[in-house]
Each structure stands twice: as structure tokens, then as C-alpha cells.
């Protein structure tokens, strides 16, 4: 891959066609062609065939979805873009800034950008769905970005850190995969549900846990050395506390 082209943006329910249309535009500027909507399909509005300009392929390649879930299966990490942090009690809004993101174009495979509605953005439940949340650093004045503004915005700053086209090297490694972040959370879990702990607090662990490990860019190397640790972890506290271990 060459560019920004492992990355995938997606458009959560957007409500402008003409914003779908600059979206196209900007994806164009910085070698970015895969475009996913999830929700009505506006790829047919006259204004988002006006506003894609020369960017027109990107438009009529879009995919639609009918869910979030659909449209980031086959990546191998999401991140979901939002201006509203959930303050110190919140861990499903617990954000990065723009400039903390990972390289994606150090390791092979997909990265979702998602984006949620222009006047409503992603719901929690959708965030808890990508593996971290980020912000655009902007003005406390007025917080909130155009969805196509804040589209082009994130694939400059990428583009611009991290693109060969930029003249930034990168190495190549395999990434962690979705599906084994998830094994370690699953094991992390199973922890949780045993050790001493109100009860109230072991969902809050859990996605603190969640967060991290969504948080960090691991390669295939790092995910399998912390899965079995963590399921080591596991088996000494289900001896510990009697509980028979279950397989992996």
C-alpha cells in the first residue's frame, strides 16, 4: 500500500448530500479512494455529484451499509472521530487528540475513520464499536467542524505525519487483527468477574481496558505476547479462586 490507501472513511448516516460530495473531494486530495455510508444512499443526489468535482469515481464507488458494525468488519481498526469528551467519569468518550493517532501506514491493513452526523454525531454505543476516539483541537468558541472540513482535516494531518507521498518511510509489520484484541479483552474480562470489586466498577474496568487496547497500535507479535500473558493471568486467579478453567 502507498499513501494513506489502507485507510477507509466512513460517513455514519451523513444528512448532506453535498457534504458526502467535498468528502469525496478532500479523500481524492490525499490518495484516499475508499468511501463507505452508512445509511440512505445520496451517491445519485445532484449535490453530491456537484461537489465531488473531479473526485466523481470516489463518489460512485462509495459502498452503503446498513450499519457501523457492517461497515468496519474487515478492518483492522476503527476509530471513530467526535468533538464532545465525555468528561473525567466517562470511558466511552475518553479521547486522543488528532496529533496522538497512531501511524496507520506503519502496518498492513484497513483503518476506519468514522464519522457520525453533522448535527448529532456517533452515539456512545457506536463509539464503543471503534477501537479509540479522537479530537480535532479547535476553538472552545465553537467546537463543532463541518463533517467534509473535518474529513479533510484528519487526512492532511495524517497525510502530512505519515505518507510516503510525504516522504515519510514506513516499516511494515503485521497488525493486530480485530478479532484478537477482542480475545484479550475477552480473557481481561474474565479477570474482572473474579477478583474482589464492587460490581458497579467491573463494566467501568472492562472498558477502561477496552480503551487502551483500542488505544494502541499493536503488531501481531505484541497482541499474541499480552494474549498469553493475560490468559496465564486468568488461569492463576481461576486456581486462586477455585473456578475450573475454561479453554481458550
Not at 459502498?63 to 467519569?89: F, M, Q, V, Y
Request: hydrophobic letters at 40%; one cysteine or more.
Amino acid at each position: 500500500m502507498s499513501g494513506l490507501s489502507n485507510i477507509v472513511v466512513v460517513l455514519v448516516e451523513p444528512e448532506s448530500p453535498g457534504n458526502v460530495g467535498f468528502t469525496a473531494r478532500a479523500m481524492a486530495n490525499f490518495g484516499v479512494t475508499t468511501l463507505r455510508i452508512v445509511g440512505c444512499d445520496p451517491r445519485g443526489e445532484d449535490e453530491a455529484v456537484m461537489f465531488s468535482v473531479h473526485a466523481r469515481d470516489v463518489l460512485e464507488g462509495a459502498e452503503i451499509h446498513p450499519s457501523l458494525k457492517s461497515a468496519i468488519s474487515d478492518t483492522h481498526a476503527a476509530w471513530a472521530a467526535t468533538a464532545r469528551a465525555g468528561g473525567n467519569h466517562s470511558v466511552t468518550r475518553a479521547l486522543v487528540r488528532l496529533g496522538e493517532l497512531p501511524n496507520p501506514t506503519a502496518l498492513d491493513g484497513r483503518i476506519a475513520l468514522v464519522f457520525g452526523r453533522e448535527s448529532s454525531g456517533l452515539t456512545n454505543e457506536e463509539i464503543s464499536q471503534c477501537d479509540l476516539a479522537f479530537t480535532i483541537p479547535v476553538s472552545e468558541r465553537y467546537s463543532s467542524m463541518n463533517l467534509s472540513h473535518a474529513v479533510a482535516v484528519v487526512l492532511y494531518d495524517l497525510f502530512l505525519r505519515y505518507s510516503e507521498s510525504a516522504g515519510i518511510p514506513r516499516a511494515r509489520q503485521r497488525p493486530a487483527e480485530r478479532w484478537e484484541k477482542q480475545q484479550a479483552c475477552k480473557f481481561f474480562d474474565e479477570i474482572i468477574d473474579e477478583v474482589p470489586m464492587k460490581d458497579f466498577r467491573r463494566p467501568i474496568a472492562k472498558q477502561v481496558f477496552r480503551n487502551l487496547v483500542g488505544r494502541t497500535f499493536m503488531t501481531g507479535r505484541e497482541i499474541t505476547t499480552l494474549i498469553g500473558t493475560i490468559r496465564k493471568m486468568r488461569d492463576y486467579v481461576k486456581r486462586c479462586t477455585g473456578e475450573p478453567q475454561s479453554t481458550p
